[in-house]
């Protein structure tokens, strides 16, 4: 699906801003009919929990309705007229001027509709959200929810960020001409001859004439070619390399592109490839270094925000920092686009977290019960987390930045069940995109000898909290638990490690003399062990600190005001051991 933009025939009209907004039983049975009375405004995009100084609010479950009204540019008279939502969390119907006219569940990607016969030029249209935050079996990340025995309902979730909804990203009008271009497929390879080749399938709603032009960053033309589908080649190609981006442009136009439709997709040309205990940028060994993240600010929860989005890198870039993860869900486009633009690395992610029921004995929620069950994670919890992959996909599979798929985040993988649950999974992510390696992030309580998904995927992802959930304050005794770990998962697969999770809640301005869990220090001397024992182990290719920043988390008595294991504040202010790995982060990165 294509991120809408304004083109020399396309345009846009943004609808962030100030929406009306009422909880569901503020309003009637239908306020979608017509105006909605309501005193209170929501800003978009954002997260209304925490917006209001208002408990009912910030703790709702079930629908809230967000409403407003946007005048169709009169110049659109003959447009094909599209309402387009980056992402509603987690399910949203959508109404236009009364009508019913779009559904979509899952929170983290986009969709749109086109309302081309509601939206008369010139006049107003009425748009109303609803917007469900309720997590079940059948929604992706999945939840369960029941009733107190006053009546009130109750949300069960097993993921440790707090459901944060709302609309959390931007919403558009856009237009384009009747006959348009529906999608982009570009992928790259290289042959030995210094020579690239960039692979081109475009779907038009027509099957009208199409031309695509590659130019340069100095504009200069590349390489053009007539037909929907075909091969561009590049000679002395620039790659887009980790640090060091360069994206050409790759101009596709429908028909005469006046009359017809034009769409500019930027083009990074590399490749990547896992063989043996490497993974491969352009052939050459890449090892990550950075972060799991989160979307999550102040006020805002987890709607996007350009300030928040070019400080986060400029953080990244301060910290030597080359990749993250978007831990737990698909983030923002215009993430991945900096990320493009900028050179850093992503491991992107589903929505699929919290599949573990059993975890941590329960205490996340529930008693111990089959993970993968009709009742529990069934074929529907199947199907949502099947979808999710395919929107994912769709959407980013054009990003240079994204070097693989991670498919879920700490699945009961070694519980029986696991296998049947993801196999199929693993072969439509496959199928989807064929060029990248694909990954699950696992959890601690699935170890090499007891795992039994693993060798379906690629690069194999641990989070490991030793020195924090195990053998707590004990690094000495950590020390040895993660070198005997990671040498049996070294020894059991052929496959790189990836340390995407390892960190301590810490909190900033905490300090002792004698480091103990909870301090600033302690925090530098669990990572500084980690990072002995991964330059011990040569399958260790990469080390993403769990988290970049404090994150909100739903209460609970493990929980101050959130997850505080960030190297960063949640207002991104730096912990004491960011200098330290920013020495060690910066040495490797000059060193590449
Ligand atoms: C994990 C989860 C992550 C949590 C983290 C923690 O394993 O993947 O979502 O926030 O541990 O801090 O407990």
Redesign the pocket.
Known sequence: MLKPQASRSRDLRSLDGLWSFALDHEVGDEPWRGRMVTPRQAPVPASYNDVFADAEIRDHIGVVWYQREVVVPSTWTGRRIVLRFDAVTHTGTVFVNGERVAHHEGGYTPFEVDITSLAAPGEEVLVTVAVDNRLTSATVPPGEVGTAEDGTPTQLYR???FNYAGLHRSVHLAATAPDHIRDVTVTTTRDGSGTASVHFAVDTSNGGDVRVVLRDEDRREVASADGATGTLTVTDPVLWQPGAAYLYDLEVVLGDGRDGDSYTLPVGIRTVEVRGQQFLINDEPFYFTGF?KHEDAPFRGKGHDDVLLVHDFALLDWIGANSFRT??YPYAEEVLDYADRHGIVVIDETAA?GMNINMAGGILGGARKPTFSPETMSDVTRDATAQGIRELIARDKNHPSVVMWCIA??PASAEEGAREYFEPLVDLTRELDPTRPVTF?N??DARFDNDLIVDMFDVICL?R?FGW?QQTGDLARAEVELEKELLGWAATYDKPILMT?Y?V?TVAGLHQAVPSPWSEEYQIDFLAMYHRVFDRIPAVQGEQI??FAD?Q?KAGI?RVDG?K?GVFTRDRRPKSVARILKSRWTAMRDAA
């Open positions: 993921h440790d960020f799991g831990s737990h977290v985040n700490e992030a959890q601690g989070n909290y959930y999770e960190g809640d769990w988290n994150f988390t493990i997850n294991k």
